[in-house]
C-alpha cells in the first residue's frame, strides 16, 4: 500500500508561520508536489521538489515565503510556510510521482496525492 500522509495544517494569523509535513510509505518518489485548492478555485501548483538531486521550483506567489525541504531517511518532505497571507487560505495536498515525466505542475503529472490539510490564515 501506498500512502502520502499531510500534517501541520491549523489556523494561522495573517504574517504567521506553519510548518506541513508529508511523509511517504509503500515506495520511493522520484519527485514531491504541493498543491492548493480554495474554495469555488482550481487546484492550484504550489512548489514541486526532486527527490535524488533536491532541485526546487516555486510558483511566484509563494516565492520568499515558502521553502521546501526533506529528510531521505524518513522519506518526508517539509513545506515551512511564513509571512502567512489571507490569500494562502486552502486545502494543502501532497502529491508524488515515481516518475520526472513532463513539467511536474499540473496534477495530472502526479499519481500518488494525500488526504490534504486544512490551512486557515485570518486577517
Known amino acids: 500500500q501506498v500512502q502520502l500522509v499531510e500534517s501541520g495544517g491549523g489556523l494561522v494569523q495573517a504574517g504567521g508561520s506553519l510548518r506541513l509535513s508529508c511523509a511517504a510509505s509503500?515506495?520511493?518518489?522520484?519527485?514531491y508536489a504541493w498543491f492548493r485548492q480554495a474554495p469555488g478555485k482550481e487546484r492550484e501548483f504550489v512548489l514541486r521538489?526532486?527527490?535524488?538531486?533536491?532541485?526546487?521550483y516555486y510558483a511566484d506567489s509563494v516565492k520568499g515565503r515558502f521553502t521546501v525541504s526533506r529528510d531521505n531517511a524518513k522519506n518526508t518532505v517539509y513545506l515551512q510556510m511564513n509571512s502567512l497571507k489571507p490569500e494562502d487560505t486552502a486545502v494543502y495536498y501532497c502529491?508524488?510521482?515515481?516518475?520526472?515525466?513532463?513539467?511536474?505542475?499540473?496534477?495530472?503529472?502526479?499519481?500518488?496525492w494525500g488526504q490534504g490539510t486544512q490551512v486557515t490564515v485570518s486577517s
Open positions: 509503500g515506495r520511493t518518489f522520484s519527485r
Open positions: 502529491a508524488a510521482d515515481p516518475t520526472n515525466y513532463g513539467l511536474g505542475s499540473v496534477p495530472d503529472d502526479y499519481r500518488y
Open positions: 521538489i526532486t527527490w535524488g538531486v533536491g532541485n526546487t
